[in-house]
């Protein structure tokens, strides 16, 4: 434990942007309770039907561009835990929006990609993008059209800066997972990461997620009401709490 204070990785999901008017997945409300995740994010329904996967990320894009849609305060505690702990500090989000950042996260691991920007299948040049994309749009680094998607992990892709997120991981005293279902891997496979290098790990969620019995400590609610309750918590303590 550098100075007493420990090192952090929290894993956020879309849980913790769910109240700033995002959906979440797999709630009953979700995303996936709307579209198949096999014809819109895969790199199989990208080659099948390019354009019904484009729409679907650039209705998504709008909702962010015209849907008022800002940070909340889990969000805000997170980047505040950032800026006052002594300690090394490492945020893994599953989101592809830009929530974090505009709260003032920087020590950032965007692992599924970003909404907000189109990478050339062709040049692989990635850039910020808030506009439509679709089959005609040129890339601009190399001029090409027809090759840019958006800068997003599908399933049965490789997440990114795993080498970066296992190395932090294997040297957390404490991990912390927020609004995640524990669905996805390899991010719902961090906390036994975590705990193998000896870490304590906390979840904090609107209900147990499937690997809540993986958790030493657990605070099940609303994450604006959660989050900041944790941060304030750990902040007054200073350190990782032991045990
Ligand atoms: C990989 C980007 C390996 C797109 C996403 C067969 C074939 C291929 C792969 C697999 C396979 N079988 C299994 C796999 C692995 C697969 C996987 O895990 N599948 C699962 C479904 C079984 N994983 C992958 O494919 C990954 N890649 O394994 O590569 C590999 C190895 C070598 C070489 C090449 C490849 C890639 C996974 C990434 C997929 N992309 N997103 C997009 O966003 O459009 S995943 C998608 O799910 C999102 O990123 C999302 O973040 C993520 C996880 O979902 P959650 O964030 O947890 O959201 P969810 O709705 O599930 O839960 C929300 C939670 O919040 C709930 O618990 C709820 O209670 C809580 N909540 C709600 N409201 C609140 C709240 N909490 C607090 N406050 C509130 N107000």
Redesign the pocket.
């Known amino acids: 434990m550098a100075n007493g204070a420990g090192s952090i990785v929290v894993l956020?999901?879309?849980?913790?942007s769910?109240?700033s008017g995002l959906?979440?997945?797999?709630?009953p409300d979700?995303?996936?309770a709307r579209v198949r995740?096999e014809d819109?994010?895969?790199p199989e329904a990208f080659a099948r039907d390019p354009e019904r996967v484009h729409e679907?990320?650039n209705m998504?894009r709008r909702r962010h561009r015209e849907g008022g849609i800002q940070p909340n305060a889990?969000h805000l505690a997170l980047a505040r835990l950032e800026t006052e702990w002594r300690g090394a500090f490492l945020l893994v989000?599953?989101?592809?929006d830009n929530l974090h950042e505009r709260a003032g996260s920087r020590n950032l691991v965007h692992?599924?990609?970003e909404?907000l920007k189109a990478r050339c299948a062709r040049c692989d040049s990635v850039r910020e993008w808030h506009e439509d994309l679709g089959l005609a749009t040129a890339c601009p680094a190399c001029g090409r059209a027809g090759d840019m998607r958006?800068h997003?992990?599908?399933?049965?892709?490789?997440?990114l800066e795993m080498d970066r997120i296992g190395a932090a991981l294997a040297a957390c005293d404490l991990f912390v997972s927020?609004?995640?279902?524990?669905?996805?891997?390899?991010?719902?496979g961090f906390v036994r990461e975590a705990r193998g290098a000896g870490a304590r790990t906390a979840e904090?969620?609107?209900?147990?997620?499937l690997g809540a019995s993986l958790f030493h400590q657990a605070s099940y609610?609303?994450?604006?009401?959660?989050?900041p309750e944790f941060v304030a918590s750990l902040l007054a303590a200073g350190a990782v709490p032991a045990g």
């Not at 959906?23 to 709630?27: H, K, P």
């Open positions: 956020t999901g879309a849980g913790i769910k109240e959906s979440t997945f797999r709630d979700g995303i996936w995740v819109v994010a895969t679907f990320y998504r889990a989000t599953q989101n592809i692992m599924h990609g909404m958006p997003v992990v599908w399933f049965g892709e490789m997440p927020i609004g995640t279902s524990g669905n996805v891997y390899p991010a719902a904090l969620n609107l209900e147990p997620s609610g609303p994450a604006t009401r959660v989050v």
